[in-house]
């Protein structure tokens, strides 16, 4: 079965990339095509409306060459068309009277000829460098001048270029889209009904009739299913009529010789659950994606909701809705926990999707502030709530042996959605507005719940009885050196590094370096692709070497050494660099934090309980989330862009060296005692 599911996998994956490639090959010819010429009447349209408000002069018999502050109003035509590179009005015989730019021009050779003889219609011509846009100035059928705009032929290219980064993220994107709703398809499709099939005939072979299987909804082995199902009822019935009619005495006796069978009671009819981790796995994957859209903008959304008379800076109130949205998810955790536990999988994550889609359309139509702050705070119960069901799902659906290799799966498939979130939300945000692509987001959150309604069935796996959380349990945690140690010099610091770096200050930091918001998200997708391509590769290698304080430590110096990469290197390849270390980083070192706790400090975590130590972790943990945003706006309100980057990596550098420290120099010369 999983050699047929392989080369299914195989077969749709090459059809499928064949597919894009020839889509995006298309695209990039029509756009290569088609891409001078509306560029060219952009320019046409800005050439027009200037050469109106000169014809409105000209019209009340204002000479051409006496006309005032025409300079200033070209200026101000540049300013507000940054593609231009020139603008200018000529006289009849082409001598140049008022121009904005044209002065400054390195290369005006074939321009000056290009000016010196316009022609009589609009029109747009290549002249040297530049695409030239002349307009004719009449006034009374009489023409008096012309107007020149310029532009330059590399804004055509850099254009070109831009779009073809924009299909290549695209062509990733739809890639894992694929990918993800191709596992779930094969997984509902065809390994869950034949896992289903075996665990049925195994009980018949055992002579249990007594179960049968599951109603098929996309075809495939539902025919089979019908027929076994058939029978079971069939055998069952035969087997209630034989009672019904057999006295007492063949009735005994019927039983002695059905006693190694079990059939059904009459009316009833118990279906066998089947379920699959996958089955959960692309709805996880379309709200994550969903909600990741805003990740490359949010910090410039938020921006536009500061008011001068707030009592707090700018930077800092940018970073609030963050904060307050990674505060609440982790106030939502544990109550999330024993909401999925008390309804089941199914409603659980219903609920949460449906909160999180009233958080996200809320937040598209935020008129202040405290609207944002409330409808972020909405969203994140929901986002939390889903978040712990889908976590909690992959638990009860993964064997006890191989709970490790399902986390990997739950997180590799929350950062999948974050990365092509992130990468198509800035492709959306500069063709649709910021308002506008969160809005999407939430019609992308309620798929993901119409989904679920739709395709998880089956009764919710039994939950393991949860034992409940008391402050006795922190205090515990809170003693343990080792703990405190792997918590407090490593995750968190982690978190802050990802929010207030990542989250908060790269989004607006390209921005000043004059990126869009399309460059923005591919440039914030290579922490996630990092983290996809690192992470399953350091996980089996730290379980075959043991020694997950070195990778730990590995990983904090890495998370370091990538912001100071982006101290000193002020650029956006810069940042690009740091990004991608700083997935690498926390592929190295985040993974381990919580196999490091259980391995290091199984007292207390036996007294405690592991699922009670990991979530009290999980939890502090989320400290940092909250803390990152406020940390970076306060530095770059004191600093700037560098000093906060500076001193995220001096937060970095000073925790690991202390981790290093307290797991090595101090191992080193006398033992930790288990409670220290």
Sequence with gaps: MKALQLRLVLLVAATMLLSVLLLSWLALGHFRRDLPPQMAQSVTAVGIAAAGVLHKAGEYGVPLAQMVDANAFLDAVRRDHPTIAYILVADQRGKVLFQSGYGGLAE??????????????????????????????????????????????????????????????????ASLIAIELLRFVLTFVIATPAEATRQFLARVRGGDFSAYLPFDRLGGIGQLSKRFNAIVANLNRRCHDLHAAASAEWRARLEQQLAGFRFHAPGERRMLHASAVEHIRWPFFLLIFADSLSLSFFPVFAGGFYAPDMPLSRNVVVGLPISIFMFTWALSMPWAGSLSDRIGSRRAFLAGAAVTTAGLVLTAGAQSLYDLLLWRSLTALGYGLVFITTQGFVTQNTPPAQRTRGMAVFLSTFFAGSLAGSAIGGILADRLGHGATILVSGVLSAMAALFVLRFLRGAPAAAAARKSLTTHDFKLLLKNRKFVGITFLSAVPAKIALTGFLYYAVPLYLKLLGNNQ??????????????????????????????????????????????????????????????????????????????????????????????????????????????????????????????????????????VTWFSTMFFWSDGRRPLAPNA
């Design 108 to 173: 005006r050779g074939e321009l000056d000829t290009a000016i010196a003889h316009p022609g009589s219609e609009i029109a747009t011509d290549t002249a040297g460098s530049y695409f030239n846009t002349s307009v004719p100035l009449v006034v009374r059928h009489q023409r008096f001048g012309t107007l020149h705009v310029g532009q330059p032929v590399a804004a055509v290219r850099v254009r070109l270029q831009e779009i073809g980064y924009d299909v290549a993220t695209v062509l990733v994107v």
């Design 518 to 655: 399309s460059t923005t998200g591919r440039v914030m997708m290579a922490y996630g692709l990092a983290i996809i391509v690192v992470s399953p590769a350091v996980a089996k290698l730290a379980d075959r070497i043991g020694q997950l304080r070195w990778f730990v430590s590995v990983g904090g110096y890495a998370s370091a050494l990538a912001m100071f990469i982006v101290y000193y290197l002020d650029s956006t390849t810069g940042l690009l660099l740091g990004i991608t270390l700083l997935g690498v980083a926390h592929a190295i070192g985040v993974s381990p934090q919580l196999a490091l706790i259980n391995d290091l400090c199984k007292d207390v975590v036996q007294e405690v309980g592991s699922g009670t130590a990991a979530g009290i972790f999980r939890l502090i943990e989320r400290l940092g989330n909250v803390l990152g945003p406020v940390i970076a706006g306060l530095l770059i309100s004191q600093f700037g862009f560098q000093g906060a980057f500076m001193g995220i990596g001096i937060v970095c550098l000073v925790c």
